[in-house]
């Protein structure tokens, strides 16, 4: 603990006026001074974080080198709320995460197929992000299933055809007959072909919605095609109030800097770093 920090927020306090101390002190009453840091702190990161990971995915410098499995998906899984409060990332359920698995084959065709699943968390093939709903809903459970695409490569026709098949085989598979969920499948990436645009904007339908389809046990899928600028949109639009009231508003090279320094192996090398050799 340095004196300067202390004397440093000493300052800061003692600069308030009488009703903000005042409601400072009724602020501590209630809540330990540790947690309000904390949760200014969060906001802080994720403020950061949408600020570089807009910045990472769409210049030019650096969007040809962020790949979806090394670098994408590390950044994503550490922060799951970028897709929404509601969503937590699932690690435990084993024989969830095996289906995904057996039909990864039909969402990436151009890997190799006969890869162990052993092999998929070790970096060759990664299975997709998977997020359960925490918000009850009776009886039915709520499934989020991400793909990701890498900043270079556009959203088609290919790619629509790729999510559409795999979620038809997951939503359908066996192993989920007997209960009741509902599923959401997001394909994300930077750009969205023409070749597709009209079939994910459909008059009377949510922007981004390609199909909605109802099972006989009382399931749903429905398919999303989105682009990252409308994910951080909505991300930054919910903490926007936030933001306002900590008056926090860093500049890109501010955001770039802190990501690199709190996820170090998850974003790619500044070119000019690395033509320069440092670190």
């Known amino acids: 603990e340095s004196p300067d920090d202390a004397l440093h927020v000493i300052a800061k306090v003692k600069g308030l006026d ?125 499934r989020l299933v991400v793909e990701l695409k890498r900043a270079s490569v556009g959203l088609g026709l290919a790619e629509r055809t790729q999510i559409e098949t795999y979620a038809t085989a997951i939503a359908q598979s066996p192993r989920f007959q007997g209960e009741e969920v509902q599923w959401d499948f997001w394909l994300v990436g930077t750009t969205i072909e023409d070749s597709i645009s009209g079939s994910v904007n459909q008059k009377d339908s949510p922007p981004g919605l390609f199909a909605n389809n109802e099972m006989p046990n009382g399931s749903s899928y429905r398919i999303w095609v989105k682009s990252w600028s409308e994910v951080l949109a909505a991300s930054s639009e919910d903490i926007r109030f936030f933001q306002e009231e900590i008056e926090y508003d860093p500049d890109v090279a501010e955001a770039l800097s802190e990501i690199r320094r709190r996820f170090p192996d998850a974003v790619p090398p500044s070119r000019k770093h690395a033509e320069s050799g440092e670190e």
């Open 18 to 142: 009488e009703d903000d101390i005042r409601a400072f002190r009724d602020l501590l009453d209630g809540t330990p001074l540790s947690r309000v840091v904390r949760a200014a702190t969060g906001i802080k990161h994720r403020i950061d974080f949408l600020l570089a990971l807009g910045e990472l995915l769409h210049s030019e410098e650096s969007r040809g080198d962020l790949l979806e499995r090394d670098h994408l998906h590390r950044l994503v899984e550490n922060n799951a709320w970028g897709f929404g409060n509601e969503w937590a990332l699932v690690r435990s359920e084993a024989g969830l995460i095996s289906v995904l698995r057996e039909h990864l084959r039909l969402l990436r065709p151009e890997e190799q197929p006969n890869v162990a699943s052993s092999d998929v968390d070790g970096g060759r093939r990664r299975v997709d992000l998977l997020f359960a709903g925490s918000i009850a809903e009776h009886r039915r459970r709520r």
